[in-house]
């Protein structure tokens, strides 16, 4: 409003002018508006001819430059529109397959972004040249031309494995044919359908599906990927003659052992089986899923294993399956863990009855592992994505932002323990990477990864720990100079390091991959060789759980010292999971033979001939090496998964820009940045 009292007040109006020259033809004179055809013609062509001979050629030059684009784009458009019916037209391609085109090809993670200002700067996140991959075998991803096939590459690998293992009768491979259409998956969903975090959640979302890889032709098996499936079938027979539907086979009493009472091999093999190309397998426990698997239990379970093992397995499965019963039972024991989080401080309890809805710490403390409460947020936000229930979501998110707020922290190294009631850290001034925390800087990072690395806390944690486990926690051994990471405990370093640890080379290389720090990948390098060395320094060419290192050089010794409590191998996975990352990223075959050397010795000293594999007492002892009557869930969930991806130079197995695998190498959808 223009208030001329105002104005005065104000003194003489500043002016702005627009100044505009009308010709005596363009001036709306006496004779009022002409507009006439005549006029208009008349008009043009003075106006024109009171051009500069340059304005005129300028403009010409414009008009010839426009032409010759249009020309350019009617052409173009045409190809496109002749593409497109010819598309339409062919009667080989579903509509199914034609999405399942578009949604293979583009990759879902972007490429690595500069982290600016306003992100939280850090000078190590500048992206790195991703390392090229000199084992890619794959062809470029952007096929437009070609038709996906369903099912080939799974297919295929059946095929090789009957080949190689089994004559089938004519009749069986009939049968076999038609229910491989039903076995890869009840329902394929092409869409991706990944969405980053967010707190108000609403659609349900879909299950992501190997079958958008199988566009390419289909990797066959080498020898000793075929050499993990027969170690694979040896362990499911024992588990299927002695403990069918039981937690954890016993191989040497033929028997089994109970944990939870919820098929934990079973549910923690599932994916490993469809990435094996296990159909029957594979069948024979759907089965036992659909019929047999109750979670209506009164039975304590552990927060953190029975996500990680049971809610993370039947996540994976039903994505790489599309098979809506695994999606049902993951929505079930997902709500049964919920009250877990009831607590005064919303960090969770260990440990929940999911049948009678109560949850409760362990019986001696009011404490929670730090590992356990922070890895369980792939999982939970998963399944919020895929329900549209933000419940989930919220409850495990609100865990990791308290967590980052806490004191207690040193250079991001967190303690072990923090309390349910106060939500503090307790037993300060204690800092592993091994049992207990081990998972916690798993997680920061593969969070960030998950959710389209939009998640910046997560990430300048994760930095911020990596910066202090080599302030702190890094050293080199003698004679070797083998690097390290030992633990510190209130300010003295202890040259121990647990199997645990070599997690750590395999992430450090998955940041690497997603932009971080190349620095951090020399680490994991020299990390990987060193848990290496704690398998071949020892008498049977199996890792101990714990070894000290040697600081100084003394004749005769080792660099790795096994103590006789440490000496027990568990079949754990962490170092071949870390040894397929390194092959993954470097395309280097010494991580493969490193492998197979493992795979020989577990065959050597841990496999039991009636079926079945057992974890050992006595690494050092080649002549007995003590079995100890037991087959872990994760040998079949991790350890033989890890060793088949390992040995296969199929990146698209799955892909790790589509794919980040839970700590109990369940695989989960890497969410579409928006
Ligand atoms: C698995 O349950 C998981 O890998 C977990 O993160 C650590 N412990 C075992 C395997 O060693």
Redesign the pocket.
Known sequence: MYSGAAAAAAGPPRRDFISVTLGPEEAVGAGGYNNSKAWRRRSCWRKWKQLSRLQRSVILFLFAFLAVCGVISYTNMGEAWKSLTDTSLDDQRTEQEITGLKLANPVVLPAPQKADASRGDYPELSPQKLPKLPHVRRGPSNLQIKAPQRDTRLKTRHDTIRAAEEPVQADKEEKTEKSIISWRGAVIEPDQSTEPPSSKIKEPEKPSSVEAEDQKEPVPLNERQLAVIEAFRHAWRGYKDFAWGHDELKPLSKSYSEWFGLGLTLIDALDTMWILGLKEEFEDARKWVANDLVFDKNVDVNLF?ST??ILGGLLSTYHLSGDSLFLEKAKDIGNRLMPAFKTPSKIPYSDVNIGRGTAHPPRWTSDSTVAEVT?IQLEFRELSRLTGDDKFQKAVDEVMKHVHTLSGKNDGLVPMFINTNSGQFTHLGVYTLGARA??YY?YLLKQWIQGGKKENELLEDYMRAIEGVKKHLLQKSEPKRLTFLGELAHGHFSAKMDH?VC?LPGTLALGVHNGLAADHMKLAEALIETCYQMYAQVETGLSPEIVHFNLRAQKGHKDVEVKPADRHN?L???TVESLFYMYRFTGDKKYQDWGWEILQNFNKYTRVPTGGYTSINNVQNPSNPEPRDKM?S?FLG?TLKYMFLLFSDDIDLINLDKYVFN???HPLPIWVPA
């Open positions: 294993e990680i093992r890895s081990d998972s798993e645990l997690f568990l754990r996975p962490e872990e994760f991790e700590t109990e190498a």
